[in-house]
């Protein structure tokens, strides 16, 4: 934009910033409603928008604008660090406006096609419950132990209960299933000594599935659930 025309002045936006920022012109005496109006327009009548000319128009108003709230609010304080910082930010604006411009080209200029890719290893299901097995009646199974445990006692204060880690009840099933071909999932849970420890050992039990150490087996819903090695299978 080559100038604007205001009240007190013409010419161009860079000029009228120099002659505020020197008091050769009052700031109060410029409209900066009627700055950015014809600027709008200006913008308004471009066929194509050239970023570094609005870049430099958005530090010059900001600028303007800086200047006016000072005068107009003498309390209020601003850094003098904030004014370089505002320039640093819209010379990123203007740099990432040209970015879109050039990946909107390469889009445009270019047709792009993402294969879905089978995955490297195929994973065989370690776990074949039967097929009327739901998911409620596995919660009932487990509600069903855990209410064949005996309610916990309130023990002395100066006993402190100690609570088997997952880690420690993994490598207890790696014991027993290289010790026993097949462990009962029943009697398992017996040996729990609480109902934090129950959660530990089903936890655990999974994890060593997920591991592919384990596999468990069930010949039809509410019978015995049986944990085998792999390495037997």
């Not at 700031?27 to 609005?54: C, F, G, M, W």
């Not at 604006?93 to 995955?119: M, T």
């Not at 088997?164 to 290289?178: F, G, H, L, P």
Request: aromatic share 6%; proline share 5%.
């Amino acid at each position: 934009m080559e100038k604007i025309q205001v009240e007190q002045f013409e010419g161009p936006l860079e000029l009228l910033l120099e002659l505020i920022e020197s008091e050769k012109l009052l700031i109060t005496d410029i409209s900066l409603s009627k700055v950015t109006e014809q600027y709008l327009r200006h913008l308004s009548e471009l066929a194509e928008r050239n970023p570094d000319e609005l870049a430099d128009f958005l530090v010059i108003a900001s600028k303007l604008l800086l200047i006016k709230s000072r005068v107009l609010l003498p309390e209020l304080t601003i850094d003098d660090e904030d004014e370089p910082d505002l320039a640093l930010q819209l010379k990123m604006y203007k740099e990432y406006y040209n970015a879109s411009k050039i990946l909107l080209g390469i889009l445009g200029a270019h047709a792009f096609s993402f294969p879905r890719l089978k995955p490297a290893v195929s994973i065989t299901p370690v776990f074949n419950p039967p097929k009327n097995l739901t998911s409620n009646s596995l919660a009932d199974f487990f509600r069903g132990v855990l209410k064949d445990i005996e309610p916990i006692v309130g023990l002395p204060r100066d006993i402190v209960r100690r609570t088997v880690s997952m880690q420690e009840k993994i490598s207890n099933i790696q014991r027993q299933i290289s010790q026993q071909a097949t462990l009962q999932f029943s009697n398992m849970l017996k040996e729990s000594k609480s109902k934090m420890e129950v959660i530990v050992t089903f936890l655990a039990l999974l994890e060593l599935v997920k591991q592919r150490t384990i596999v468990v087996r069930q010949e039809s819903i509410f019978e015995e659930i049986y944990v085998e090695s792999t390495e037997t299978n």
